[in-house]
């Protein structure tokens, strides 16, 4: 009875492969044919001053104008893409749009800088520091303009390491996204070449105060200490509350982003602040 239902599950599983198979190709179908149409668009979210609340850089976040489901969000089809060398030229249109974005801001905003996710994928093709390169020289840019995020899994990759040292070794600031989420290792940070180390929100959001040797405030502490001592900017990631943030304030980080200050938007509808930390409710 036992094997006849094992057969069962594998025939099942086998079936539901198949579905699963057809349906990321359908997908994959589905997103090289808005890459042609232009469905994708930007939106931002400020990256504010930990101290005075002016809004330093915005980090652009892909989503896709779908002509039936509406505005979907990059947790739908970029994991997928990213398994595709599809991320190749999502990717390459990611950084020229946030280029030609900011070169309008800066007119009005000098110093403004816009942040990039970048794929591994993305990372690891070879003229991936000339699209950057070119992106930057269309629009006018100072090298310094776009900050590049990676992840952990970027730089632990194969070859990951010498991927981020090459664009790194052209002076494009690279921040190291998500910190936190995957195999964070204290250890090969200062080897980073990383100007930003942006704490996830998984260690932001499980601070309880209550409880602090249980929480993650001291790991959030020491990483701010670790990251200045390495000559490194920290940015607290999915800040929602004006205690995290005047928490995070009072620690030393840097930089602030999340819902506490503002939602990602189209460039139409953001509100440029300065931000002040609202006061905490009282309890
Ligand atoms: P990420 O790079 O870590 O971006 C931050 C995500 O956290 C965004 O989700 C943002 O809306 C969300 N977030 C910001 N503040 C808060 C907060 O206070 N609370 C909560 N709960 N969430 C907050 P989004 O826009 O859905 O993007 C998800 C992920 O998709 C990004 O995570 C990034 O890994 C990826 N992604 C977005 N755009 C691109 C892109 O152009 N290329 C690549 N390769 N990946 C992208
Ligand atoms: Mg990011
Ligand atoms: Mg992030
Ligand atoms: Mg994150």
């Not at 009005?108 to 992106?135: C, M, T």
């Not at 942006?198 to 990483?223: E, F, G, M, N």
Request: net charge negative; aromatic share 6%.
């Amino acid at each position: 009875y036992e094997a006849k239902q094992d057969r069962h599950a594998v025939r099942r599983f086998h079936a539901d492969l198949s579905a699963a198979a057809l349906e990321r190709m359908e997908l994959e179908q589905a997103l090289r044919a808005a890459l042609d149409r232009a469905e994708f668009c930007l939106h931002y979210q400020p990256i504010v001053d930990a101290a005075t609340g002016e809004v330093r850089a915005l980090e652009a976040l892909v989503r896709w104008r779908h002509p039936q489901l509406g505005l979907v969000p990059p947790g739908r089809f970029i994991p997928l893409i990213e398994g595709t060398d599809l991320i190749v030229p999502l990717g390459a249109w990611v950084l020229r749009e946030a280029a030609r974005q900011l070169r309008v801001w800066r007119r009005e905003r000098p110093g403004l800088r816009v942040s990039v996710n970048v794929a591994p994928r993305q990372l690891a093709q070879p003229g991936f520091a000339e699209v950057v390169q070119a992106a930057l020289d269309e629009f006018s840019l100072d090298a310094e303009a776009l900050i590049l995020e990676v992840t952990e899994g970027a730089v632990l990759g194969q070859d990951g390491e010498a991927h981020v040292s090459r664009v790194a070794a052209l002076g494009l600031p690279l921040a190291l996204d998500d910190f936190g989420t995957g195999y964070s290792s204290i250890s090969r940070l200062h080897r980073l070449p990383a100007c930003w180390l942006k704490i996830d929100r998984s260690l932001i959001q499980d601070q309880d105060a209550a409880a602090p040797a249980r929480s993650s405030r001291p790991i959030v502490r020491a990483l701010i200490t670790f990251a200045h001592e390495a000559g490194v900017q920290v940015v607290a990631e999915g800040v929602e509350r004006p205690e995290q943030w005047r928490d995070l304030r009072g620690w030393g980080c840097d930089l602030i982003q999340g819902f506490v200050v503002a939602r990602p938007a189209a460039p139409d509808d953001l509100v440029w602040g300065p931000w002040r930390l609202p006061s905490a409710q009282a309890d």
